[in-house]
């Protein structure tokens, strides 16, 4: 069983950047592959970016590509992700989530966070 809480939400200008972190409790987090999604209103959870268990792997959505950075430290049990030049159409619940394995995280992970809601505004 892994715990997952994300924390650095916010309201944000557009252009404008937010960190978030996703803190890991339980089973041996260099264990697992981890990602962030995010559900806008009214549209389903979409993946966001995706991060190895080692870290040395990662992968990203095309419309964060360039923007957005997923990072782990496997000593703090957290997973960040680094978001630049934010647009409106960035604004959604964004959660952390982890899968038991090395390689990438699946589209339907194991665990997933209770979320946090990043709002950009234009």
């Known amino acids: 069983q892994v715990q997952l809480v994300e924390s650095g939400g916010g309201m944000v200008q557009a252009g404008g950047s937010l960190r978030l972190s996703c803190a890991a409790s339980g089973r041996t987090f260099s264990g697992y592959a981890m990602g962030w999604f995010r559900q806008a209103p009214g549209k389903e959870r979409e993946f966001v970016a995706g991060?190895?268990?080692?870290?040395?792997?990662?992968n990203y959505a095309d419309s964060v590509k360039g923007r957005f950075t997923i990072s782990r430290d496997n000593a703090k049990n957290t997973v960040y992700l680094q978001m630049n030049s934010l647009k409106p159409e960035d604004t959604a619940v964004y959660y952390c989530?982890?899968?038991?394995?090395?390689?990438?995280?699946?589209?339907?992970?194991?665990?997933w966070g209770q979320g946090t809601q990043v709002t950009v505004s234009s």
């Open positions: 989530a982890a899968d038991p394995n090395y390689g990438s995280v699946s589209i339907s992970p194991d665990y």
């Open positions: 991060i190895s268990a080692s870290g040395i792997s990662t």
